[in-house]
């Protein structure tokens, strides 16, 4: 249902499946029976495990959308989930990089053009990770003689909505660059050539495409080779990089909210807290009463 009615992406069913597994086994099979205060136990459970509210969160929305769809479909009269409160949860303000370590990242990427052209849309374009490996050729503006026809490449989003995603001058070149030798990283095999063409990051594998884990892994190599925490560079470190030194710039929130894809402004609000945090920062630093 919430495949072909909401659109939910691959890794939403997925997430939804372990969610619903996880209750069930706790329940010992016994889920689609649950009442309120045996989902009250579940919940109180998760905590006793140490997830975080907004882990909890998550599988208390699993819960409430399938016993939803249960009293819709008549297979239960009542809906248990309607007296489960939400966890307090507190978003989390991401650790971003600096606009120097940015620099000092792409400067690393040396003449690795397909390492450059990754780090250049996951910045350029706070692209995330699953977007990224999977975008197609199709995707990217027409080039005549040299010159891009439009600065802008479709993004396929979560839940399969579609954006435009504008790009700089840097990330444009660095996708010509790559595209300059793309050819040479196709399969050999006509099969595995044929299912890989499509993807503008082709790969052997069974995708077709570069995988979120081989990304995962280039960035570790990369962070290693500049002296980064490697748990500070990953593919959603360059997405807040992204959004955060945009509003440092001046955009304005909704703006960066078209930009990312996010459905909702408050996912967005959150990189208003670290512009606060770095201006209370300054104030602490710089004013004189502070010092005092």
């Given amino acids: 249902m919430i495949s072909a009615e909401r659109g939910a992406a691959a890794n939403t ?6 969610d619903l597994d996880d209750a069930s086994e706790f329940l010992a099979g016994g889920l689609i029976k649950a009442t309120p205060a045996n989902l009250r136990g579940y919940i109180q459970d998760l905590g006793r495990r140490g997830m975080a509210p907004a882990t909890i969160s998550r599988k208390r929305s699993a819960l ?8 819709q479909e008549g297979d239960r009269s009542d809906d248990p989930t309607s007296q489960l409160d939400a966890p307090k949860s507190r978003r ?7 606009r120097e370590e940015m620099m000092t990242l792409i400067t690393a990427c040396g003449e690795d053009t397909r390492l450059s ?6 910045y350029g374009a706070g692209l995330r990770a699953s977007e990224l490996v999977s975008l ?5 503006p027409r080039r005549r003689n040299g010159c891009w026809e439009t600065q802008a490449i479709t993004v396929r989003g979560k839940g399969g909505a579609d954006r435009l995603c504008p790009l700089g001058s840097p990330a444009l070149a660095a996708i010509a660059a790559w595209l300059d030798v793309r050819a040479e990283s196709l399969p050999k095999t006509e099969a595995a ?6 993807f503008l990051f082709p790969s052997r594998g069974k995708t077709g495409h570069l995988t979120r884990r081989r990304l995962g892994q280039m960035l570790d190599d990369l962070a290693a080779t500049v002296g980064l925490a490697p748990e500070r560079l990953h593919p959603h470190a360059l997405r807040h990089a992204y959004a955060t030194h945009l509003l440092q710039g001046g955009a304005d929130l909704r703006s960066v909210q078209t930009l990312l894809g996010h459905a909702d402004i408050a996912t967005t609000q959150i990189y208003t807290h670290v512009i606060a945090d770095e201006l209370s920062e300054l104030l602490e630093t710089t004013h004189p009463l502070a010092r005092d």
């Fill in 92 to 98: 989390v303000v991401p650790d971003v990089l600096s």
């Fill in 13 to 18: 069913l997925e997430a939804y499946g372990r």
């Fill in 193 to 198: 050539a044929r299912r890989a063409a499509p």
């Fill in 64 to 71: 409430r959308r399938f016993f939803r769809f249960l009293f």
């Fill in 136 to 140: 197609q050729m199709s995707a990217l």
């Fill in 117 to 122: 052209c990754l780090v250049e849309l996951l």
